[in-house]
């Protein structure tokens, strides 16, 4: 089975911090994605990558960076934490194909104060 | 921009009662795939169903797909409690490999 792993299920950080959410997959895939999710909007595409070192703006990238150097991992960056970023994380990697399924890691809930 | 938009947004029903819902898209597709998302966890992959294709069963699960119309249907039969859930609907608009959700339908079975 795919197995795709969040860093952490919750965090708390505060408003200015730098954050880093990891997200590792272990089935060799070549993409790998960062969503957030917010009630009543469903899941937001920040960034996705289609190799290693390469990223590609999703719809809401402003705030965001993100770095992919291993095949495996995917980081996403929030530069300068703010409040509006306080949301459920939700990472996922599929492979090369457009009709290839999407996996997803467990999520991570971040609060920013 | 949100490419899908379920509909309804939220379903009560009772259990053996089929459930129906409903995705709206915007731009031409390769395929459309239904995802699940039990409370606070990630997305389970429930059934992919490419753009020549008008239907599409998977155990209790059925899809239908109308491209004219740019809607696709997800039908759960018999449900069961274990089904609550929210479900989303998938679509690769830029046929990049980069996928669009919708905001989901919130599914409560009733025991």
């Known amino acids: 089975d795919v197995k795709v792993t969040q860093s952490s299920r919750y965090l708390v950080k505060r408003t200015g911090e730098k954050v880093f959410l990891e997200c590792v997959q272990d089935?060799?895939?070549?993409?790998m994605f960062w969503y957030r999710q917010d009630p009543g909007l469903g899941l937001r595409l920040i960034y996705f990558?289609?190799?290693?070192?390469?990223?590609e703006k999703g719809d809401i990238p402003e705030g965001y960076s993100v770095s992919r150097e291993k095949k495996e991992r995917f980081s996403l960056i929030l530069e300068s934490a703010s409040t509006n970023q306080t949301s459920m994380y939700l990472c996922?990697?599929?492979?090369?194909?457009?009709?290839?399924?999407?996996?997803f890691g467990p999520g991570t809930r971040l609060t920013v104060l | 921009s949100q490419q899908g938009e379920e509909d309804p947004q939220a379903l009560s029903i009772q259990e053996g009662e089929n459930a129906t819902m409903n995705c709206s898209y915007k731009?031409?597709?390769?395929?459309l795939q239904w995802y699940r998302q039990n409370s606070g966890r990630g997305l389970v992959h429930l059934i992919l169903i490419r753009s020549n294709e008008r239907e599409k069963h998977s155990g209790r699960l059925r899809v239908t797909l109308d491209t004219s119309k740019k809607s696709s249907s997800l039908l759960i039969t018999a449900s069961r409690a274990a089904d609550t859930a929210s479900y989303f609907c998938a679509t690769d608009p830029y046929n990049n490999n980069d996928m669009r959700f919708g905001a989901g339908t919130r599914l409560t079975v009733k025991p």
């Open positions: 089935m060799d895939h070549e993409n």
């Open positions: 996922a990697s599929k492979r090369g194909s457009s009709t290839d399924t999407q996996y």
């Open positions: 731009t031409s597709i390769n395929n």
């Open positions: 990558s289609y190799d290693v070192k390469m990223k």
